[in-house]
């Protein structure tokens, strides 16, 4: 069995300032896990992905996370807010490397204020 | 290249009704996976078809079904609509190597259903 719980379902953060998602997961098995977008009447795009090479997962537009297993987290980090990073964002875990299926969580919507 | 592409984009039904959802994967995905996403909830699995089989069932009753085609495009049908299957329903896909499909799924628009 996996789960994914969200911490915050909205986020708000002024322009330039640090973005922090908390996100965390409980899975039967070694967890490959996700962050997703989902930008307004947009479909669902991946920021990055962790399956079990490097903990600090770099992804695009500046996104960042950090698999911790210890405290079964997967937070969502940018140095630097910008505008057009005001979304849904969502975290998703699947069993291993392979499979059929992806837990969301409930998502967190990011606000950012000019 | 194209995305994952779906039709149609909106649709509205009356309860009781039947409704077809189809997808098409990116060029040389093999699988092909269904989400249902409520407004302000996140996506919630229904199924995974490979090589024209299921390879995996969500929670949902038996009123959904889903089929792929030689093309590995794919079909959700919903039978007797209720208003709570008022949804956006996403398909994804994803590459198919040594007979398992990896993790790593690719999203369409969606399709956005009113059940009226």
């Known amino acids: 069995a996996q789960s994914v719980t969200q911490l915050d379902s909205h986020v708000s953060v002024s322009e330039g300032t640090p973005v922090l998602l908390r996100c965390n997961y409980s899975s039967s098995y070694s967890p490959s896990l996700f962050w997703y977008v989902q930008h307004p009447n947009k479909g669902l795009q991946l920021l990055l992905k962790?399956?079990?090479?490097?903990?600090l997962v770099k992804g695009i537009n500046g996104f960042e996370a950090e698999f911790k297993k210890s405290e079964t987290s997967f937070h969502l980090t940018k140095p630097s807010a910008h505008m057009s990073d005001a979304a849904e964002y969502f975290c998703?875990?699947?069993?291993?490397?392979?499979?059929?299926?992806?837990?969301f969580g409930g998502g967190t919507r990011l606000m950012v204020k000019p | 290249d194209a995305g994952v592409t779906q039709s149609p984009t909106h649709l509205i039904k009356t309860r009781g009704q039947h409704v077809t959802l189809r997808c098409s994967p990116i060029?040389?995905?093999?699988?092909v996976s269904w989400y249902q996403q409520v407004l302000g909830q996140g996506p919630q699995f229904i199924f995974q078809?490979?090589?024209?089989?299921?390879?995996g069932r969500g929670n949902f009753p038996d009123r959904f079904s889903a089929r792929q085609f030689p093309n590995y495009s794919s079909e959700l049908n919903v039978n007797a609509l209720l208003l709570g299957d008022s949804a956006l329903y996403l398909c994804?896909?994803?590459?198919?190597?040594?007979?398992?499909?990896?993790?790593?799924?690719?999203f369409g628009p969606g399709t956005r259903l009113t059940v009226l």
């Open positions: 060029s040389g995905h093999k699988s």
């Open positions: 998703v875990v699947s069993p291993g490397n392979a499979g059929n299926m992806l837990t």
């Open positions: 962790y399956t079990s090479a490097a903990t």
């Open positions: 994804a896909s994803s590459l198919v190597l040594g007979g398992r499909s990896y993790n790593e799924q690719f």
């Open positions: 078809y490979y090589e024209k089989e299921e390879r």
